[in-house]
């Protein structure tokens, strides 16, 4: 479960910091081919804030849960629960809030086999 844990919090890792990083270096979305029409039922102006959201919390979020996963650190399970949680979460706010999107499936099934692996990793 562990390895399977390791793959999924370094995709997410990996994915999460490059689309943040890319939205918030094009805030119009343009950088990954995004209409602003997406942010139409939204609180923001543009993909500035949401991409620093997904960039700080869901991409450095996950590279720390990496580390602590390779480390096998007491609190991997932990760490892995909360890291599942906000990647469902911040997918269900997003099919919410924009239209849908394949990824949005991929992401939000990464999410909850990483909180279901959770339960499962141990320290040692």
């Known amino acids: 479960m562990r390895t399977a844990l390791l793959v999924i919090q370094g995709f997410?890792?990996?994915?999460?910091?490059?689309?943040?990083?890319?939205?918030?270096?094009?805030p119009d979305g343009s950088l990954l081919q995004l209409p602003r029409d997406f942010m139409h039922s939204t609180l923001f102006a543009d993909f500035f804030w949401p991409g620093a959201f997904?960039?700080?919390?869901?991409g450095i979020g996950h590279l720390v849960g990496?580390?602590?996963?390779?480390?096998?650190?007491?609190?991997?399970?932990?760490?892995a629960?909360?890291?599942?949680?906000?990647?469902?979460i911040w997918i269900g706010v997003q099919v919410l809030m924009t239209e849908l999107f394949w990824l949005q499936g991929l992401?939000?099934?990464l999410g909850l086999?990483?909180?279901?692996?959770s339960r499962r990793v141990t320290a040692a």
């Open 81 to 88: 629960l909360i890291l599942g949680a906000i990647s469902l």
């Open 12 to 26: 997410l890792a990996l994915n999460a910091m490059a689309g943040g990083l890319l939205l918030m270096l094009a």
């Open 107 to 109: 992401i939000a099934s």
């Open 113 to 117: 086999v990483e909180v279901i692996a």
């Open 66 to 79: 990496f580390v602590l996963t390779v480390r096998r650190s007491p609190i991997t399970a932990h760490t």
């Open 54 to 58: 997904l960039f700080g919390m869901l």
